[in-house]
Each structure stands twice: as C-alpha cells, then as structure tokens.
C-alpha cells in the first residue's frame, strides 16, 4: 500500500510506479497553501474529506471511496476536479506520495535556508 492508500502489487521496498498501482481506494488532494482559508475550504467542502492532514508544508486531504477503482483512468478525471475547487496542485498520477501522519516533514537545503524547520506531520 502506498501513502496515498493506493495497493500495489509490488515489493514493499520499492518506490511505486503507476504500473504498479492495482486499484484506487481514496481520492486525494494535496493542497500547498497552508493558511487557514485553505483549510476551512477543505473542511467545508461538500462531499467531505474522509481525512486532512498538515504534511507541515501543505495540506493533504482524502476522500474514501465506496468502491475501489480498478480502472485508474477513471480516478483522474475526479481527482483533477477536487484540485481545481479546492485549490489543489497536480498531484493526479496514481503514484504520487503523500505525507504519512506521525513522520517528520524534512525540508530540503533551499526550503532550510529560507527558514522551514522540521515539522510532524498530523491528522487534523
């Protein structure tokens, strides 16, 4: 399983490719502003996100599916959708990586020297 909640069908040590994705289970949304409009938008839209988490840089949010998506076409054009009302980034390949609550948000040498610190990642 990916952090996205997606399963694969693949050895657990390797990074996931689309290939590899057997079936969507959630629709994500991954959200770069982290101000408090943006997380009130996530929070009130309807249908409601199943999770939110603060990746400790952004948002990242989760809709449960009742069913899951075998066909991972059929995932993208929602996904493309929820980002575009919920100010979301492209973040719409079935591999794409999500934050898992409880690890540490590590910025890279640019985002240190502007003045990010590690931060944990937590369900909201």
Same mark, same amino acid.
């Given at each position: 399983?990916?952090? /996205? ?33 943006? /997380?009130?938008? /996530? ?76 931060? /944990?990642?937590?369900?909201?």
């Amino acid at each position: 399983m990916t952090a /996205l909640g997606h399963e694969t069908d693949m050895r657990p040590a390797l990074q996931a490719k689309t290939a590899d994705v057997a079936r969507a289970v959630m629709l994500p949304v991954d959200v770069d502003d982290p101000s408090d409009a943006s /997380l009130a938008k /996530l929070k009130t839209f309807d249908p409601r996100r199943t999770a939110i988490i603060f990746s400790g840089g952004r948002y990242q949010a989760f809709s449960l599916l009742e069913e899951p998506l075998h066909d991972l076409t059929t995932a993208e054009p929602p996904k493309r959708g929820l980002a575009s009302k919920l100010g979301g980034d492209n973040c719409h390949n079935a591999d794409c990586i999500m934050r898992v609550p409880g690890t540490i948000n590590w910025s890279n040498a640019k985002k240190r020297k502007a003045g990010r610190k590690p931060v /944990l990642a937590n369900v909201l």
